[in-house]
């Protein structure tokens, strides 16, 4: 994940080519046979890319038993639709379109939120307490990200959580590179005035 | 925002490029401020992360998964993936067994159909049956114990004994072939 502006910047310029290749490569395999009817070969699918997907879902809903739900959701929706899938883009690109879509779907379909249940019990030490203070910090943010606008929030996701390139966002939600600059901006934007607001400054 | 650097180009100067865009940016206090606002967000964002979920968690996210494929699919899961199961179809062998068992408890026995007979005799003829030769090795001690002498073979002869005498050859073999040891 990308912590300062020039590794925001070198996600996308020092990207080890080779081994990216390779990646693709190997799905491209696992794909084909899949769609030889060698299911053994989605697992593997599901085995390399279940990190990204659940974590994505995760950054949408906000709560470890949707994001479980719709994670699942993702693959089983991607196998489904394997057959359809040409190579246009890569894997990974095809199924974070899939994640995203299912993300939005499945938020515009919840009941209100359920309260989140605390990440961790309290514990008086020194250490626990900056730990407790860091996590509802993250807690603040990642409840700001879900009240960002639709395409800025997909964009900040994936740029910033997923080190994707500002190419393949683009290409994840049928945009251009322009327009996922701008709403990257907007959305770094309107989340510091969110949490600026929350905290009274 | 005409006079002042788009968003797009702003981003990247936060992102270390634009160098066409950067002196405009120094000198202009509205984008330095809009800069600054990103590059903060930037750093909440990063500092935010997804609770990490048990390391096997990762394990039964697979296996969820495939095992709603498999029953998409309408195959059976594989044996590891059934394992899980086994308790619930112990209970539901129990289950069945009480069912069917469960009414029949009440009821007095059903009577026993009657003995067939075979059409055949099982024994051997009397020439070849082993246990002649026993019975003759205690015959002293068996004289008064009035075997039939016509009887087909040892063991018919033993069949055809009274309970009586029966019992007193039991107690004779006792004493001649066991020497005294319960047999």
Sequence with gaps: MPSTPAALAASDESAPELASSRRHEDDRDAVAACQGGERQA????VEKYQRDVYRLCYRYVNNHQDAND??????LKAYRALDRFRGDSSFSTWLYRIAVNTCLNFRASRKPEAAELPEALPDKSQGALERLERDERSRQVREAVTRLPEKQRATLILKIYHDLTHEEVAGILGSTVGTVKANLFHALGNLRKMLAAEAGE | ?????PEHRLLDVLEGRGASDRA???ACAQCRARLAEAQAGLALAAGAEVPEPSPLYWESLRRQVSRRLDEESGRRPAFWRRISLG????????LA?????LPLAGRPPAPLPPPQLPAWSALPPAEEDEGLE??????PAVADASVPA???GVAECLVDLSDEESQVLADRLRREIGHGKDL
């Design chain 2, 134 to 139: 026993v019975l003759r090795a205690v015959a």
């Design chain 2, 87 to 94: 308790p619930v179809l112990a209970a539901a062998a129990v």
């Design chain 2, 150 to 152: 016509a009887c087909a």
């Design chain 2, 97 to 101: 067994g009480i069912v069917t068992f």
């Design chain 1, 42 to 45: 989605f697992d593997r699918l």
């Design chain 2, 24 to 26: 405009h940016v120094e």
């Design chain 1, 70 to 75: 719709m994670a699942q959701e993702v693959f």
């Design chain 2, 1 to 5: 925002m005409a006079g002042h650097v």
